[in-house]
């Protein structure tokens, strides 16, 4: 890892010519289709949170808690130029359960997801299913397990064969998920559940404990989405353990008994390293994975804070983009939201911060969109103030149409300064 940072800091002296680097924003389009209100009185709930698009070109997504609840589920639904927002579920504060994980949906329409308990006096949450009618006018809930040891449930969306590839969930196959506490150590699991052939109970099993190996060198705390190969091999990055206690980048291979864990990278636990926090990864068809990290507190001007790596199937590890640690940098600051990869296998990603375009009274930018085709562009730098209207401080991966157009959520700004959703032309 000593070799990767220090080609981070040999590049980020480059950093303040950023924009040589990328293309001008001005020539990326970008939309509002939603303003989210945020108030106790509005159907819409809080500041959206994640996105997921289904084959017709439906949005759904969860929103944060408001005043009045602990959280919704909504669809946004194109015709004629225009987009319509419908809250499918609210959820009460008495049940004190949240979504914490982003949808994921199904060949039928329907829609699976993770809740949170913010009691955990007797279970971490649940798994569920979202069932649409044969008109769509309304929505069946049903809940697919309750976590127990596991304490937190799913933190990250729950992955399937195909998903990489963007193919829907076929409503048979096996889940896999994250859960960042629980298990044999309490360190976190994997789990996959599998949908009943006779019956209606789902089968739920813990296919691999964190914390297995002395010192924890195998990891532990998992919250991210996985990622799922041709061949079944999961793969995923926990927050710490490791080799040096700051999370590791792993790979689970399915046996004929059990799971097997492979620790392909060590992140750095050295303050310039830039990689205390970790997300999910995406992997390309020669088997490369491409991630994120951020160090959103404790990070030092001058040096670089996160940076956009690759992977290789060699082992050969290589920093492809240093983030600024400044919240005014042009090419943004803390990527780690997790990255989108076209057919080309350009990456697409988010900042929360920087962007250097109109800044708060902090001077902190409102964040970026970007791209990385073997160089890094900045292709859209959000505003920051309170009557910006594209949005502020964008969050979650960008979910792409197949038509070159993105979709994305903003926590901030908007007609209302709660937030937004965009669309996204590059």
Same mark, same amino acid.
């Not at 507190?297 to 790596?309: E, I, K, N, R, S």
């Not at 780690?336 to 930018?365: C, E, F, I, P, S």
């Given at each position: 890892m000593t070799g990767l940072h220090r080609a981070v800091l040999r590049g980020f002296a480059v950093l303040a010519a950023v924009a040589a680097l990328g293309g001008s924003a001005g020539a990326h389009k970008i939309m509002v289709i939603h303003s989210f209100c945020g108030e106790a009185n509005c159907a819409d709930g809080g500041s959206g949170m994640s996105l997921v698009r289904d084959a017709a070109g439906n949005l759904y997504g969860t929103a944060a808690p408001t005043s009045s609840d602990y959280g919704s589920i909504f669809e946004l639904s194109p015709a004629g130029g225009k987009w319509t927002y419908r809250a499918l579920d609210h959820f009460s504060q008495g049940a004190q359960l949240t979504p914490n994980a982003p949808l994921i949906v199904d060949v039928n329409g329907d829609l699976y997801g993770s809740l949170k308990d913010y009691n955990r006096l007797s279970r971490g949450g649940m798994i569920f299913k979202l069932s649409h009618s044969a008109d769509g006018s309304t929505w069946t809930y049903r809940m697919l397990h309750y976590f127990t040891q596991d304490r937190y449930g799913s933190e990250g969306a729950m992955t399937y064969a195909g998903a990489a590839a963007g193919l829907p969930y076929d409503g048979v196959s096996t889940l896999y998920g994250p859960s960042g506490q629980g298990g044999r150590d309490a360190k976190g699991t994997i789990f996959a559940l599998t949908p009943p052939t006779t019956g209606k109970i789902w089968d739920y099993k813990i296919i691999y404990s964190f914390c297995r190996r002395a010192d924890c060198a195998d990891g532990w705390a998992p919250f991210d989405t996985l990622t799922m190969d041709g061949a079944g091999n999961l793969y995923g990055t926990t927050v710490a353990g490791g080799a040096n206690g700051q999370g590791v980048l792993f790979e689970l291979s399915p046996g004929a008994k059990h799971w097997s864990n492979t620790v392909l990278h060590d992140f750095c636990s050295q303050s310039d390293c830039g990689e205390p926090l970790t997300n999910s990864v995406v992997r390309d068809?020669?088997?490369?994975?491409?991630? +994120?990290?951020? !160090? /959103?507190?404790?990070? &030092?001007?001058?040096?670089?804070?996160? &940076?956009?790596?690759?992977?290789?199937?060699?082992?050969? !590890?290589?920093?492809?983009?240093?983030?600024?640690?400044?919240?005014?940098?042009? /090419?943004?600051? /803390?990527?780690?939201?997790?990255?989108?990869?076209?057919?080309?296998?350009?990456?697409?990603?988010?900042? +929360? #911060?920087?962007?250097?375009?109109? #800044? /708060?009274?902090?001077?902190?930018?409102g964040g970026t969109i970007f791209s990385f085709d073997g160089k890094y562009h900045v292709l859209h730098s959000f505003c920051a103030r309170t009557n910006c209207t594209d949005g502020a401080y964008p969050i979650g991966p960008l979910i792409a149409d197949g038509a070159g157009h993105f979709y994305g959520v903003t926590s901030s700004g908007g007609a209302t300064g709660h937030g937004t959703i965009f669309e996204f032309a590059p």
């Open positions: 068809a020669a088997g490369n994975l491409y991630g +994120t990290t951020s !160090e /959103d507190a404790g990070c &030092v001007a001058g040096q670089p804070c996160g &940076v956009l790596y690759k992977l290789a199937p060699d082992g050969q !590890e290589s920093v492809l983009h240093g983030f600024c640690s400044q919240s005014d940098c042009a /090419d943004g600051k /803390d990527a780690g939201m997790g990255l989108t990869m076209d057919a080309n296998g350009t990456l697409y990603g988010v900042t +929360t #911060q920087g962007g250097g375009n109109d #800044q /708060d009274v902090n001077g902190k930018g």
